[in-house]
């Protein structure tokens, strides 16, 4: 039942977050991150704070993420998925690993970004999605990682908060 969502939230995800014309790794990122300098733990508990001031800053939480959203991100991201046959979207070039390693060391892409995306968790009646996204430019900042929460109106998905887990 995955496999119609699947491709919607790439794409929903790839076009929110701005990355056309970049570089996509073309495995999923298994590497779930749950730790951030700002809170010490990023459980389902702790993700549906509704809002938080940390530091002075206002930090706006998932308040309807449902535990079973959360527990399908994390058991799906504990390996990684060849992400080809799932992302539709041609506006982002897909890299294995090795062509990852010649882009990094190569100074011509010295200012490319390489974004990772996690595979999405969903809850039972497929309504609202969790996945992470990462960021990476050779020669230094933007550097950052997101959770994104999408929900569904029947028909299309949208992106309705991100939680930022670092920005260098």
Not at 43 to 61: A, C, F
Not at 79 to 96: G, R
Request: glycine content about 4%; hydrophobic content about 35%.
């Amino acid at each position: 039942m995955r496999s119609p969502h699947e491709p919607q939230i790439f794409s929903t995800v790839i076009k929110h977050s701005k990355i056309e014309g970049e570089f996509l790794r073309e495995f999923s990122n298994n590497y779930v991150i749950t730790k951030t300098s700002l809170m010490p733990d990023l459980s389902w508990e702790n993700l549906r704070i509704p809002e938080i001031l940390i530091h002075g800053m206002k930090i706006i939480g998932f308040p309807n993420l449902r535990k079973e959203t959360y527990d399908n991100w994390i058991s799906i991201n504990k390996e990684s998925s060849l992400l080809t046959p799932l992302i539709k979207n041609t506006q982002v070039t897909l890299i294995s690993d090795e062509e990852c390693e010649k882009v990094v060391n190569n100074p011509d892409y010295r200012w490319s970004v390489i974004y990772t995306l996690t595979r999405p968790g969903f809850s039972e009646d497929f309504s609202q999605a969790l996945i992470q996204i990462t960021a990476h430019c050779p020669a230094g900042p933007p550097q950052y990682g997101s959770l994104l929460y999408l929900e569904s109106s029947g028909y299309r998905w949208e992106v309705k908060s991100s939680y930022g887990l670092y920005n260098q």
